[in-house]
């Protein structure tokens, strides 16, 4: 088990630092020789983001659909993943209307480990379909993270996903929920100090968002933090595109 930690924590640096041959071949060593999914669940994470980072969006979508698919949590066929998306608009739609800031904010935060990296396939699974254009699998993991960190609990993951669907709703002029999302998002961020998702919510902010209604000194100030938190999490280009 040590061993396999060690190659595990091996590879995902490599992979972090854009040395994706290697970096791949360690992370094979650990697929292969691991036992029990759970075990290579941080690998697969680490290996889908590399894959996209070098603009693989196909193969890095396929290794977090595989993930999902062995954890249980993931809607296979089009016709079943349109159905959850309009079920999930619709959830969320009421539930934005029923319940208040305060009572999102105080859901308990999601500490089910296996939960918690399924949420991070999802995340990416969204964020590559986007670049490989399936725009109904973008919305439809991106709304499933929105809907299970309602019934579940909330963690970083909930803020990057309500920080992305912020900006399709501002594109889409329903601006009052875009804002008050992206500032749940912000409150969500504070709560569970993840410096990934702090990144990845500013990216979202600042670009589509508070640049078109706050001030300059506020935007460029949200850049920074955005690529210091992108820098400090280890993600190079998420900490370039914040900035």
Same mark, same amino acid.
């Given at each position: 088990?040590?061993?396999?930690?060690l190659?595990?924590?091996?590879?995902?640096?490599?992979?972090?630092?854009?040395?994706?041959?290697f970096?791949?071949?360690?992370?094979?060593?650990?697929?292969?020789?691991?036992?029990?999914?759970?075990?290579?669940?941080?690998?697969? $994470?680490?290996?889908a983001?590399?894959?996209?980072?070098?603009?693989?969006?196909?193969?890095s979508l396929? $290794?977090?659909?595989?993930?999902?698919?062995?954890?249980?949590?993931?809607?296979?066929?089009?016709?079943?993943?349109?159905?959850?998306?309009?079920?999930?608009?619709?959830?969320?739609?009421?539930?934005?209307?029923?319940?208040?800031?305060?009572?999102i904010?105080?859901?308990?935060?999601?500490?089910?480990?296996?939960?918690?990296?399924?949420?991070?396939?999802?995340?990416?699974?969204?964020?590559?379909?986007?670049? $490989?254009?399936?725009?109904?699998?973008?919305?439809?993991?991106?709304l499933?993270i929105?809907?299970?960190?309602?019934?579940?609990?909330?963690?970083?993951?909930?803020?990057?996903?309500?920080?992305?669907?912020?900006?399709?709703?501002n594109?889409?002029?329903?601006?009052?929920?875009?804002?008050?999302?992206?500032?749940?998002?912000?409150?969500?961020?504070?709560?569970?100090?993840?410096?990934?998702?702090?990144?990845?919510?500013?990216?979202?902010?600042?670009?589509?968002?508070?640049?078109?209604?706050?001030?300059?000194?506020? $935007?460029?100030?949200?850049?920074?933090?955005?690529?210091?938190?992108?820098?400090?999490?280890?993600?190079?280009?998420?900490?370039?595109?914040a900035?």
């Open positions: 088990n040590l061993t396999l930690q190659y595990q924590t091996y590879s995902n640096v490599e992979l972090s630092q854009g040395h994706f041959d970096g791949r071949r360690l992370a094979e060593q650990v697929l292969r020789n691991a036992t029990k999914i759970e075990d290579t669940l941080q690998t697969r $994470v680490a290996l983001r590399a894959l996209g980072r070098e603009s693989n969006h196909v193969e396929r $290794v977090s659909e595989d993930a999902l698919r062995k954890i249980g949590m993931y809607s296979s066929g089009r016709v079943a993943l349109l159905c959850s998306l309009t079920r999930n608009y619709f959830f969320i739609k009421k539930y934005l209307r029923t319940h208040t800031d305060e009572d904010l105080s859901l308990p935060l999601l500490d089910d480990n296996i939960q918690l990296i399924g949420m991070e396939l999802m995340l990416n699974s969204a964020d590559q379909s986007f670049y $490989v254009g399936d725009i109904l699998r973008m919305m439809g993991d991106n499933r929105i809907r299970f960190s309602l019934c579940n609990g909330i963690c970083g993951m909930t803020a990057c996903a309500m920080a992305f669907y912020a900006t399709a709703l594109a889409m002029n329903d601006t009052a929920i875009a804002y008050r999302l992206i500032a749940l998002a912000t409150k969500i961020v504070a709560l569970t100090r993840m410096k990934y998702a702090e990144a990845w919510s500013l990216c979202c902010d600042t670009f589509w968002i508070s640049s078109w209604r706050d001030s300059h000194t506020t $935007v460029l100030n949200k850049m920074e933090r955005g690529y210091q938190s992108g820098m400090e999490c280890g993600d190079f280009e998420l900490g370039l595109l900035r």
